[in-house]
């Protein structure tokens, strides 16, 4: 199967940033898409950033030029780097792949475990 493992998150003050990592592993066939999602107790887990294997991007409205995510697929990692956070972007953020197992024809949806931002002075 796929594993993903998330990195880099933490505490920052309002106006700091953070640059989270995921990196996939297991029994990869192809990756499509690789994406950030974050959630906040009671509500929905929301689009942060998604990026196409071709390098295609598309961003959460919130965003608003603060975040990039990119991708090395050399190393099937996943990266987003956080400007000018502000304390409503504390959340959980979560790594997703769409991707295919070599025990898989098809494609499927992989999590992360998550990794904790918090933004407060």
């Known amino acids: 199967q796929v594993q993903l493992v998330e990195s880099g998150g933490g505490l920052v003050q309002p106006g700091g940033s953070l640059r989270l990592s995921c990196a996939a592993s297991?029994?990869?066939?192809?990756?499509?898409?690789m994406s950030w999602y974050r959630q906040t107790p009671g509500k929905e887990r929301e689009l942060v950033a998604t990026?196409?294997?071709?390098?295609?991007?598309n961003y959460g409205d919130f965003v608003k030029g603060r975040f990039t995510i990119s991708r090395d697929n050399a190393k099937n990692t996943v990266y987003l780097q956080m400007n000018s956070l502000k304390p409503e972007d504390t959340a959980v953020y979560y790594c997703n792949a769409f991707a295919r197992s070599t025990y898989n024809l098809n494609y499927d949806n992989y999590w992360g475990r998550g990794t904790q931002v918090t933004v407060s002075s």
């Open positions: 297991g029994t990869i066939s192809s990756i499509n898409a």
């Open positions: 990026i196409s294997r071709g390098g295609d991007i």
